[in-house]
């Protein structure tokens, strides 16, 4: 059997996705709060007042207009204000999660939940209470929660007071956090993420109309990551040597759409500017060496302090994690078959199938992109973001109980466990798989509910109805036997 014994399956869920409950006990907002639903094919909306009172809505990677700052508006919806309320409902998803025998539960932090604007001397004792009564549940059933310390959502005060992540002194607001959380669940955490999908930051100002000084701006936030990400790892080992710290990317498995010669560099580059730039800096503790390039094609003079570069060097990661959902073609030609994708656009590929969003379904990537890396790192891999977003219709089972017959989400995941288990058995370290949103949940891209990825569907519609209620789908059997079996069936 590939699958080694201990390994960690399970799922995975954001706090800002599926905890609701966004101004309940102290909680303070973070730019997540201030984003509208959308669709496919129309952005999120970040709705904004300026000083004169004027109102206004901007998609979501082009920032407010200067001197207006985020506001919740009349006449807009904000679907992670209630998302699936998992802050009231937490003990009844959990025991959903033990049902299907989960090893391990990938969730998140919401920093406002524990410093509401991120300058507090003290945390909120309400916030804290809450992540520990969560671990406690995940404990009773001997689920090992995997916790990300951010996962998109910065205070709004840093953000919007502060200049957030551009910002140096952003670090020592993050180093603070960390402290705090690393300290207080100390003997009910083992594992943690620090930043999910850092190397986005590039790929989401791309999706806008990027300029130098963007740029500028995204490197450089990237860098004070970095930094705090580094400081993470180095807390934690001193708090708890039992603590194991990981990066979390973006993973895409990124192909060339032809083999001109152009198109084979252009592919190479994407690789370093979108998966490698994070994962070297935050695995090897250095810059590569063809950051320099990546600098130099926008101009960007970053500041960076000696201090930095010793802390980069002393606080590399313990594992590699990443999500994977698709692979993307790249080509220096001129294509009018263009897909979107998890925050990148690239070539149509004729070989493969897309999703009902436009992602990619491409199974052999992950083997593909889990061989490319441990090679590059050789540091225990977790997959921990792997699903299909598709419609459900629920439905009466056989069993009078409503349900989904969600076949093609069977499929999808099969598919990707197959690759898996050739990885392993090529000699990759994989440790862990969470899949993405276990339990449905609200859609980072698209804001929407009915873009599902859960084995638990939850009764909530896009236009903010429905009574939460929770239904097992039919991947919900199927992943509890994979989980028993330990991978062996997957029939
Ligand atoms: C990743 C994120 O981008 O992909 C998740 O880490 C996100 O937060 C997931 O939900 C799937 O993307 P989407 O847009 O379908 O929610």
């Known amino acids: 059997m590939a699958f080694p014994e201990g390994f960690l399956w399970g799922g995975a869920t954001a706090a800002n996705q599926c905890e609701g409950a966004w101004d309940v006990d102290g909680r303070g907002p973070a730019e997540t709060d201030m984003l509208t639903g959308g669709t496919v094919n129309t952005p999120r909306m970040l709705t904004y007042r300026m000083p004169d009172g004027t109102e206004g809505a901007v998609p979501q990677w082009e920032g407010v207009p200067e001197g207006g700052r985020l506001a919740v508006l009349d006449g807009y919806l904000y679907p992670n204000h209630d998302a699936i309320d998992f ?7 959990i025991a959903l999660f033990a049902e299907m025998g989960f090893k391990q539960y ?52 840093i953000e919007e007071e502060l200049g957030g992540w551009e910002n140096h002194d952003t670090i020592a607001l993050f180093d ?24 986005n930051t590039i790929a989401f100002i791309e999706m806008g109309h990027p300029t130098d000084e963007k740029y500028r701006a995204a490197y450089q936030h990237l860098h004070n990551k970095f930094v705090a990400s580094a400081h993470a790892v180095k807390m934690a080992h001193e708090i708890d040597p039992a603590y194991k710290v990981g990066c979390m990317i973006c993973g895409i498995a990124n192909y060339p759409l032809t083999p001109d010669p152009d198109d084979i560099l252009a592919n190479r580059y994407q ?9 070297d800096v935050q695995c090897k503790g250095k810059y590569p060496t063809f950051a320099k390039r990546l600098w130099n094609e926008h101009g960007v003079e970053l500041e960076i302090t000696e201090q930095d570069l010793a802390d980069l060097a002393e606080g590399p990661v313990d594992f590699y994690t990443f999500s994977y959902y698709m692979s993307n073609a790249v080509t220096t030609h001129q294509t009018d078959d263009q897909v979107g994708g998890n925050f990148v656009m690239g070539a149509k590929n004729p070989y493969l199938t897309y999703s009902d969003w436009g992602w990619a379904l491409d199974p052999k990537g992950l083997r593909y992109y889990l061989e490319l890396i441990y090679d590059r790192y050789e540091k225990p891999i977790m997959v921990v973001e792997n699903g299909l977003g598709a419609f459900d219709e629920l439905v009466e089972g056989e069993d009078g109980q409503m ?22 058995e090529d000699g990759v370290d994989l440790v862990g798989y969470t899949t993405w949103g276990c339990i449905d949940l609200v859609s980072a891209g698209t804001g929407e509910m009915r873009k599902r990825y859960g084995f638990i569907y939850v009764d909530k519609n896009d236009d903010g109805t429905g009574t939460m209620a929770r239904y097992k789908k039919d991947s919900f059997a199927w992943y509890k036997k994979v989980i028993a079996s330990n991978g062996a069936d997957i029939a």
Request: proline share 4%.
């Open 106 to 157: 990938r969730m998140s932090i919401s920093w406002s939940r524990i410093y509401p604007t991120g300058i507090e001397d003290e945390p909120n004792q309400a916030g804290l209470d809450f992540y520990r009564n969560v671990f406690l549940e995940l404990q009773k059933y001997g689920i090992e929660p995997l916790v990300t310390m951010w996962h998109f959502d910065t205070p709004n005060y």
């Open 176 to 199: 603070k956090y960390a402290r705090t959380i690393l300290t207080e669940y100390k003997g009910l955490v083992k594992n943690w993420l620090t930043f999910n999908e850092i190397n």
């Open 87 to 93: 802050y009231h409902h937490y003990k009844e998803d």
């Open 403 to 424: 349900t989904v017959h969600d076949d093609y989400r069977i499929d999808y995941l099969r598919e990707h466990v197959k690759e898996m288990e050739i990885a392993i």
């Open 271 to 279: 690789w370093e500017k979108n998966i490698f730039y994070c994962g």
